[in-house]
């Protein structure tokens, strides 16, 4: 069982940057692979990146690349997604997830958090 606590959202000017971090509890977090997803008003919720166990590979939107970087901290328990030149359209509700399975993270991950709302101002 792995639980899963997004924070680090908040209200921003177009062109800022937040960071935002997930704290997991158990003790097999560095097993697991991560993901951050996001979620727009209206819309469905859509894959933002993910990160192997290890760290060492990690794959993004198209929509996102080169503006965000994820990255993990295993003796912490904790995933961040740092978000350079944001812009209004990153505007959404940001959730962390996890799974075993490296692709299947990207899709149907067995764990998710609770979410953190992303405002970009423009």
């Known amino acids: 069982q792995v639980q899963l606590v997004e924070s680090g959202g908040g209200l921003v000017q177009a062109g800022g940057s937040l960071r935002l971090s997930c704290a997991a509890s158990g003790r097999t977090f560095s097993s697991y692979a991560m993901a951050w997803f996001r979620q727009a008003p209206g819309k469905e919720r859509e894959f933002v990146a993910r990160?192997?166990?290890?760290?060492?590979?990690?794959n993004y939107a198209d929509s996102v690349k080169g503006r965000f970087t994820i990255s993990r901290d295993n003796a912490k328990n904790t995933v961040y997604l740092q978000m350079n030149s944001l812009k209004p359209e990153d505007t959404a509700v940001y959730y962390c997830a996890a799974d075993p399975h490296i692709v299947k993270v990207t899709t149907t991950p067995i764990y998710w958090g609770q979410g953190t709302q992303v405002t970009v101002s423009s």
């Open positions: 990160i192997t166990w290890s760290g060492i590979n990690t």
